[in-house]
């Protein structure tokens, strides 16, 4: 029985040391935390003209930081939480306390019944207790089904919103859009018969009535297939002869050009 | 030596060959928009440029051989403006080292009279059509989108009948002789239209029949 009791005082002392040990770490925590913020509202207030964007941005790296390691803190195992700590007043009294004023560097000079509410809340602010009660009535007033439907009508929206972002060049670019649904822009055909109609007049209403020429090859000669390519025409005596209305003799000579890159 | 062939024949006293590379292709009608869109993005910032052409293709046959062919091109939007009186040879299409077709052209301005002095000179013309459409320039690049009309009664270009549902687009470079560098930009230019219009090296003899 003094056994038990030994062990339970020694357990006992355990979690006050253990206790007492992540209270002043969270101490020494803090302070760093407010040394560095307080540099920071320093540098705002007073080095704000030659403040480069840059060391802010360190400034709120630092800061941030020492939040992340003080929350790193508090879900540590080991911490004991702090939540099953109860702190009760003991003593209030109107009267100045030159103790209290230093520890809290002249921010708290009393300790009296009209702050003690405000510094040992463990509620949140009456403005926001309000907001939070009125929030919670409606929540009573609306029935579970309407509540259900206005959940599913939420996810709907959520999802929704969702499939759009996730799809961002749909429908927002008509172009695009048209784009993907595989809709030509173009058609070989076309081309081919366009680029026949500039070349050859394909298509066109032929004006001349039909002449010695075949009319298989109206246009330029057969040159792709066969080997001979430049062709070159010279038109002699159609220059010295006024009025002649046709010229006298047209040569016309293909040339076969060996040297051409058409036949390497 | 034979008489120098017409194409390299000196113009206004130089004598430079010019060649013109080409690269092809269609747009449908629903998609010109999205063409001209991009066009207008990709190219040289300029004023939209827009045109209304009417060509005569001349031939001029002999008693053999092939016929000789001219294409006089005239602006139905500004009657005073030149005629324009063009050359082509013919195209190069068999080179796969090169992205582009290239053919010689003779470009050369000319006063109204075009047609009766081709008529004169024993030219009869062909066939003719009507080319409306955009012009759009990126360096020495030239884009041109047009729609092609066939001329229903000859001579009468209110009269006119479009050829297809598509624009054709034509990417032409006029470039000295073996400059073929200008068709790897061609090619980078015509990657950048994809896949709205595939332009392509077209071999128009294919399209003869």
Known sequence: ?264 | MEAPPVTVMPVTGGTINMMEYLLQGSVLDQALESLLHRLRGLCDNMEPETFIDHELVYLLKGQQGNPFILRARHSLSHPTVPWHLRYLGQPEVGDKSRHALVRNCLDVAASHSLPDFLNEMGFRMDHEFVANGHIFRRGALKVVVSKLSRVLVPGNTDNTERLSLSYLVELSVLAPAGQDTVSDDMRSFAEQLKPLVHLEKIDPSKQRH
Request: charged share 25%; proline share 9%; hydrophobic share 30%.
């Open chain 1, 1 to 264: 029985m003094s056994k038990c009791r030994l062990k339970c005082r020694s357990k006992q002392q355990r979690e006050e040391k253990q206790l007492e040990a992540s209270v002043d770490s969270l101490i020494s925590r803090v302070a760093h935390l407010k040394s560095a913020l307080h540099s920071f509202i320093y540098k705002l207030e007073n080095e704000f003209e030659r403040l480069e964007w840059p060391s802010v941005l360190d400034n709120f790296a630092l800061v941030s930081g020492q939040l992340n390691t003080i929350n790193k803190l508090l879900r540590n195992e080991k911490t004991p939480s702090f939540r099953n700590q109860v702190i009760i007043p003991l003593e209030l009294s109107p009267d100045r306390d030159d103790e209290l004023a230093k520890l809290t560097e002249q921010r708290v000079p009393v300790f009296s019944h009209e702050i003690v509410p405000d510094h040992l809340r463990t509620k949140p602010d009456p403005e926001v207790e309000e907001q939070e009660k009125q929030l919670s009535a409606e929540a009573a007033r609306i029935g579970p089904e309407v509540a259900q439907k206005q959940i599913q009508t939420l996810n709907k929206l959520c999802s929704n919103l969702l499939e759009k972002l996730n799809n961002p060049r749909d429908d927002r670019d008509p172009e695009t859009a048209a784009m993907r649904q595989n809709k030509p822009s173009f058609n070989p055909a076309d081309t081919m018969a366009l680029v026949g109609a500039v070349a050859f007049g394909k298509g066109l209403s032929k004006c001349r009535p039909p002449g010695p020429v075949a009319p298989g090859h109206p246009g330029q000669g057969p040159m792709m297939s066969g080997g001979p390519t430049l062709q070159q025409v010279t038109i002699g005596g159609a220059s010295g002869q006024p009025g002649g209305k046709m010229p006298s003799s047209i040569k016309t000579n293909i040339k076969s050009a060996s040297g051409h890159p058409y036949n390497r």
